[in-house]
């Protein structure tokens, strides 16, 4: 379940970081910047749901509704 999480918390992460770099248009040094300091706050943030039932069914359900989209709802776009 861990690698689950680490990567739906890592792609939530990705995101985010696009969406500063595209509004902000930072250079190399403030993405990097921007990655660690997000990075940081997603880590205390997933140690600290970690300990509730809260994370799992979050997890579960980011996947299950990522591969529904990916694999069903693309294909008549």
Aim: proline share 1%; charged share 10%; aromatic share 14%.
């Amino acid at each position: 379940m861990d690698i689950l999480s680490f990567t739906v918390v890592g792609a939530i992460v990705s995101v985010i970081v696009q969406f500063l770099k595209n509004k902000y248009g930072t250079n190399t040094q403030g993405t990097l910047t921007a990655v660690i300091v997000i990075s940081i706050v997603a880590g205390v943030g997933y140690y600290f749901i970690k300990q509730t039932s809260f994370l799992p069914a979050v997890i579960q359900i980011l996947a299950f509704a990522g591969a529904i989209y990916t694999y069903i709802l693309k294909r008549f776009e």
